[in-house]
């Protein structure tokens, strides 16, 4: 029998005991593109269905803060760290998911820049009329800022920086040529139409952000939010998430 066949089998049995439940999933825009894709196989296979919200991961965290409930919880690890602090969570379901890199993307088009070295990446940045990147709160943008900041080009390029995540349309700024640069995560530059990815930052400045799962405390029937994270992390899913831009294992992301 195939990997994939034997993962549907699993799931089917993890499952079938459970009555069919409608899941609250919130998750940051960077996981889209695979949990959209993975998501009728496993709404197939354990008949119970996905209803999403993508949002920032910053507003996300506000709105769980604000008493919006959800069953299960696709967040970058620190900013999960960050709601436990308010929000109680279950130990079950608490881990990683995959990382994703953050990489330099430009006009499809356009001659692709050198970002292989930290000096080729500078004179990239330097030459740059506009960079985009996300904002300050979200762990991209918030790397980027203090990057700038030990390359010591901050002060230069602080006027050129349009801060605007990219499940906002900070891609779409990049494909239309309204600015030059942007430094976003590879997973969402891959569904961005007219969009070409120049590489990941050089070895000496790449920064991976990692996604992690967690189920709110809150959630008083767990065991479906549960299936679905044994079901996204299974090794026979690795392979989607990485056509989708992220790593499954390897180093810490940063």
Known sequence: MSKSFCALIAIIAM???LPAADLSVFSGGAP???LRALSPEFEKSSGHKLTYTFAIVTALQKRLLDGEKADVIF???PLIAELENALPMRKEGHGPLARVGLVVVVREGMALPDVSTTASFKKVLLAAKSIALSEAA???GSYVLRMLGQMGIAEELKGR???KGSIDGGGDLIAKGDV???LYLLSEMRAVRGVAVAGLLPPELRVYVGYGSAVPASNAEPESALALIRFLTSPEQALRWSE???EVGGPPAR
Do not use: C, H, K, Q
């Open 15 to 17: 499952t079938a005991r």
């Open 32 to 34: 889209e593109a695979v």
């Open 75 to 77: 967040l970058p690890v």
């Open 138 to 140: 979200i762990p991209g």
């Open 161 to 163: 920086l349009v801060m």
């Open 180 to 182: 030059d640069v942007g």
């Open 244 to 246: 989708a831009g992220f």
